[in-house]
């Protein structure tokens, strides 16, 4: 209530009280009655404040009012925004770690060191066959003879050999013949197949001994002179 609103409010009230004093005076009612009692005017102006006045103070409470309710606004916009930006922010640093830690993990990978593995070793060469032996004598002389024949392609077989050996010079590979035409031409038989020696030269084979006397090169000879002439050694039955 503004203090115009006061003022008449007490107006009235002491002129309501005077009449009821007057009223309850004994000969006074005639009076009472006819006392003029004006009512005084209700106004909502203070006193002593113009129109102007009042509405500059309106509108001065009106625009402190919008001002803190803008300012109360903006705050809590600004808290807003702040919190989001800072949700954001943590959101992107979250993700930034999410992402270095797949690619360091990734990148590990990539760089687990490879498992040596020791170098496949070549396969030993095969180890050489261990050299046949043979025997110093006549079964021998025949065996290593033939295995060399038969790299040779000549033929022959240890039968054929043996049988013609034997006749010839009964296995005695120092043997020699100093009592036919041909030691009488001065080129005796000689070894254990009985062959002279421009013959033995002739049919040489690469590999053996130039020893006429040489078993196994004296029976190589003569079997490959044999092969030339009667197609092989075992065809032999005499003297050749």
């Not at 003029?36 to 509405?55: F, I, L, R, Y």
């Not at 992402?99 to 396969?123: G, I, L, Y």
């Not at 005695?172 to 070894?191: E, T």
């Amino acid at each position: 209530m503004t203090a115009a609103h006061k003022l008449s409010a007490a107006g009235l009230t002491a002129a309501g009280l005077t009449a009821l004093a007057l009223a309850a005076i004994p000969g006074q009612a005639t009076a009472a009655q006819s006392i003029d009692v004006k009512p005084v005017a209700w106004t909502t102006h203070d006193a002593g404040t113009s129109d102007q006045e009042q509405q500059e103070r309106l509108t001065q409470v009106t625009g402190q009012a919008a001002g803190q309710a803008k300012t109360e606004a903006a705050a809590q916009h600004k808290t807003a925004t702040d919190a989001a930006a800072k949700t954001a922010a943590q959101a992107k640093a979250k993700a930034e770690q999410d992402r270095a830690a797949k690619e360091t993990a990734s990148r590990s990978q990539d760089r687990k060191p490879v498992e040596q593995t020791a170098p496949a070793q070549e396969a030993p060469a095969p180890a050489p066959a261990p050299a046949k032996v043979y025997g110093d004598n006549l079964d021998g002389w025949i065996n290593q003879a033939l295995d060399i024949m038969h790299t040779k392609g000549i033929p022959g077989t240890y039968d054929g050999l043996k049988r013609n050996i034997m006749r010839e010079s009964t296995g005695n590979p120092q043997a020699i013949n100093n009592w036919d035409s041909n030691a009488v031409a001065g080129i005796p038989s000689k070894g254990l197949l009985q062959i002279i020696d421009p013959t033995f030269k002739a049919f040489h084979v690469e590999g053996t001994s130039w020893d006429i006397y040489d078993p196994v090169a004296n029976i190589v000879a003569s079997c490959n002179y044999a092969a030339k002439t009667y197609g092989s050694m075992d065809n032999v039955n005499s003297a050749y």
